[in-house]
């Protein structure tokens, strides 16, 4: 498969939602991508971000911190690997004090790929939850629960992914756009739009194991397909949501491929051909150059919006598609 020229430098990114807190001398998680709290809807092999309070004392102007990162689940207690970590400041989005969040630690890991499913393929039974554990400077954050599934799908954006730099400026001004790229690299956007019939490649996690089997914290050796099978539902309309594909009926087609990026960790792509355009579809506004310009007071950011999804998780990209031109039948 192609390898992505846009994603030279890999760091999730997630936005944090701050978990009530409890008075604690020693460090504690407080949140974690953008999931919803207790328990964390992941899924093997996913990257997740956790958000940590280190303990009180804590010294961020200090020597780093040594960060370590531990799974347990009924059936085995593991390390996890951490890929990243960073220290960040700031409110939290629903802070739990009237001061917010203190500093945090942002830690990147990798639930393993043995994760047990919860229910397992073919029982409607639960599992009880994993649990998942940061240890800074040898000190370990009480557990939280996580609940893993086949897959949980998110497609990255430009706000998950740090790149050496600001991630506007290969968006055109957009934040969070989705990391919707062409054949060559360059990401779709409102000034460079995809066409119809177009192969283009989009960048996501959570996709679960493929065939052959990946290993847990080691670059993907090949562009191997997901064990589980995809469906996409593609609507062409303005700055849509995300829809379940095949949900109330919805006409559904399978991509072209789903599966790991060679040589990076727990990166997967999907790969699938623009279909023709409605006549009549508006074009993308590039807000950043002519913010003015709007549909009914709202600027145009997608006109077409993809969405994949399995029986267990779905998430959507809205980009930005070229109209067709139509023209004027002879004589007309």
Known sequence: MRQPLLLRVMLIGFVSSCW????????????AGFSNPFPIAVAPGQLLMLFVQPASGYNPLGSPPTVSATFESPSTTEPMPVLQVSQISGPCIIPSNATGCPNQLAVTVQI?????????VGSNILLAPSFVSVSVNGVATPFAAVE?????IHILTACDLIAGGSPTASTGGLHCLPMVTHADGRAVTAILPAQAGEELIAYAIGLGQTNPALTTGQPAAQ?????AQFNL?????????????GAVGATTVQPLFTGATQGFVGLYQINFIVPPSPAGIQPCVDVA??????????????????SIGSDFSFDGAGICVMPQLVLDPPGA
């Open 112 to 120: 393993p790929f043995n994760a047990p499913n919860s229910p397992p």
């Open 233 to 245: 539902d593609f609507n062409y309309r303005s700055n849509a949501l995300a829809t379940q594909p």
């Open 289 to 306: 150059v002519t913010p003015d310009l709007s549909l009914g007071g709202y600027p145009v950011r997608s006109n077409l919006t993809v």
């Open 223 to 227: 562009s191997s397909p997901t064990v």
């Open 20 to 31: 009530a807190q409890t008075a604690s001398s020693g460090p504690i998680l407080v949140g």
């Open 148 to 152: 893993a599934s086949q897959n949980q």
